[in-house]
């Protein structure tokens, strides 16, 4: 069984400090890796991917990927109260093949 | 761009019953999968479709779940007869050729009681 695990949860942080998510997957085939955030009653919505080993960054959400220690994780800088959602770490072993998710670690920004 | 749209949002039925979930991929997009969300289990794949075939249906909970894809547009899963451990919101999901990431629908929240 493929399995993506990432830390329980829930976390909280206060308005304007740095979140830290976390995720380890089992499958070392794996080359593609995603992070969804999923507000509540909302559908997920992807909004970081990467493929090498590193940090990926945009705005301020960075991505980091070791292969090595199949270790994935996300930062959020600067975090607000809008980004209070659940993220959901997903990995696959390449294009056209299927996403397989982690149960997802619910974010709560303190204002 | 639509995004991908599923029918109903919400459905509530009785045990028993005979339950069609509908989706309509992004145009273009070659790939599209179904997925069941629940507080214990999280995202489940169920089946997924490469080019209106069936490529996995090992997370099919068991012959009580179907689905098909007549056509690049459309697709129904299929729940005969229902009970209620298949209350969940099932996700849609679309993926373009050579693609990575998916877009998934809004859901729809099902209810069996």
């Known amino acids: 069984q493929k399995e993506v695990e990432q830390n329980s949860g829930p976390l909280s942080v206060p308005e304007g400090a740095i979140a830290s998510l976390n995720c380890t997957y089992s499958?070392?085939?794996?080359?593609?890796f995603f992070w969804y955030r999923q507000y509540s009653g909302k559908s997920p919505e992807l909004i970081m991917s990467i493929y090498s080993n590193g940090d990926k960054e945009d705005g301020r959400f960075t991505a980091q990927l070791n292969k090595a220690s199949q270790y994935v994780s996300l930062l959020i800088r600067d975090s607000q109260p809008s980004d209070s959602a659940t993220y959901l770490c997903a990995v696959s072993t390449g294009a056209n093949s299927k996403l397989t998710f982690g149960k997802g670690i619910t974010l709560s920004v303190r204002p | 761009d639509a995004g991908v749209i599923q029918s109903p949002r919400h459905e509530v039925t009785e045990m028993g019953q005979e339950v069609t979930l509908r989706c309509k991929p992004i145009s273009g997009h070659n790939s599209l999968f179904w997925y069941r969300q629940t507080m214990m289990r999280g995202l489940e794949l169920l089946i997924y479709?490469?080019?209106?075939?069936?490529?996995?249906d090992s997370g099919m909970p068991e012959d009580r779940f179907s689905a098909k894809m007549p056509n690049a547009s459309f697709s129904t899963l299929k729940i005969q007869p229902s009970e209620p451990r298949d209350s969940a919101v099932y996700f849609c999901?679309?993926?373009?050729?050579?693609?990575?990431?998916?877009?998934f629908g809004s859901g729809t929240r099902l209810t069996v009681v």
């Open positions: 479709f490469n080019n209106n075939v069936p490529i996995d």
């Open positions: 499958d070392r085939v794996s080359q593609s």
């Open positions: 999901a679309s993926r373009g050729q050579g693609g990575y990431g998916y877009t």
